[in-house]
């Protein structure tokens, strides 16, 4: 019998699309390091901020359903990278709580900004939530045999930068988290490591498929905040003003790629949207706008359900015979 395919002849692997591959390597029950397969399957998890709502429900779906292991590596961008970290320590379920509406509403608080605090606080979130609130288990992400690439953007040069080599004990966890969510303006200034200085990764790469291939990736899974229907727009001219100053300011390699970021998306969509060896799972068309700094609690939630739900709708075909046998 072919430990890849579960079946009496072997196949060209090759020729497998992504959900085939997830199921192949679901049913010989391969790890990282132990593949019979010619394939680097990745994870790439978008973020956007509260938007992370829905992908964080796509996580708890690939716990649900038992497939973290079939991966090889996980790209999280931004509130991606964070849903990354959940999924690889093996709590993305319970985690669930970090959406409670008391949590919410400390990390993001626009009126803080009155004050001249950060509307979204990612250091109360990294290092007060994460650490007592709704512990995440540094150490298991380390030792997690899937790799972990958190995405963040260097605010001198605007480039995508993967920190996953400087990922060596909790402390450098947690500063690539807050370095991959520092959302310009809205989270404060440039989150230092080492001797460079990164903000959001969404100004660089929100979805980090481009990485993902380019570090060898073969196949791509792609959990997406937004839906295929969903309008991306250019800034209005006050933000534009607004938020390049500060970026002119604190971050100038960054207002480049800031501008250009609408193009970039749909550029993207044009490159991935029908690539065989790229799959997106994406909210559904009837699901709600989920803006940024949404602090809805009933909306939070429901995009939660529909991104899990989506998840196991997508995929659980694939993975029938493996889940009932």
Not at 58 to 66: F, H, K, R, S, V
Not at 88 to 95: F, N, P, Q, S, T
Not at 253 to 265: D, K
Request: hydrophobic share 40%.
């Amino acid at each position: 019998m072919d430990r890849l395919t579960g079946k009496g002849s072997r196949v060209n692997d090759s020729t497998l699309g992504v959900a085939e591959l997830l199921a192949a390597r679901h049913r010989a029950a391969s790890l990282p390091g132990q593949r019979t397969d010619r394939h680097r399957l990745a994870l790439v998890i978008e973020g956007g901020s509260s938007r992370g709502a829905y992908s964080h429900g796509m996580a708890m779906a690939i716990e649900d359903l038992g497939i973290l292991p079939c991966f090889d590596a996980i790209y999280g961008a931004s509130a991606g990278a964070l849903n990354a970290a959940w999924l690889l320590c093996g709590r993305a379920v319970h985690a669930r709580r970090a959406w409670n509406p008391e949590v919410i509403n400390r990390v993001i608080s626009p009126v803080r900004a009155l004050r001249g605090g950060p509307v979204v606080d990612t250091g109360y979130l990294v290092h007060t939530v994460y650490e007592r609130l709704v512990p995440m288990d540094f150490p298991a992400i380390l030792a997690n045999p899937v790799t972990f690439h958190p995405i963040a953007t260097d605010a001198d040069t605007g480039e995508a930068v993967d920190l996953h080599d400087g990922l060596t004990d909790p402390a450098s966890v947690q500063a690539a988290l807050r370095a991959s969510t520092c959302l310009p303006l809205l989270a404060g200034k440039p989150v230092r490591i080492g001797d460079r200085r990164y903000v959001d990764a969404g100004l660089s790469e929100s979805v980090p498929i481009r990485t993902a291939l380019a570090q060898g990736a073969t196949r791509v899974l792609v959990l997406r905040t937004r839906r295929d229907d969903e309008n991306v727009s250019a800034p209005s001219p006050l933000e534009t003003r607004v938020v390049a100053r500060f970026l002119s300011r604190h971050a100038p390699g960054t207002v480049g790629p800031w501008l250009s970021r609408v193009r970039r998306h749909h550029r993207d969509e044009a490159d991935f949207g029908s690539d065989p060896a790229v799959m997106q799972i994406r909210p559904p068309r009837d699901a709600p706008d989920v803006g940024r700094i949404t602090r809805d609690p009933d909306l939070l939630r429901q995009a939660l359900d529909l991104g899990r739900t989506v998840t196991v709708r997508t995929l659980s075909p694939h993975l029938a015979p493996m889940l009932s046998a």
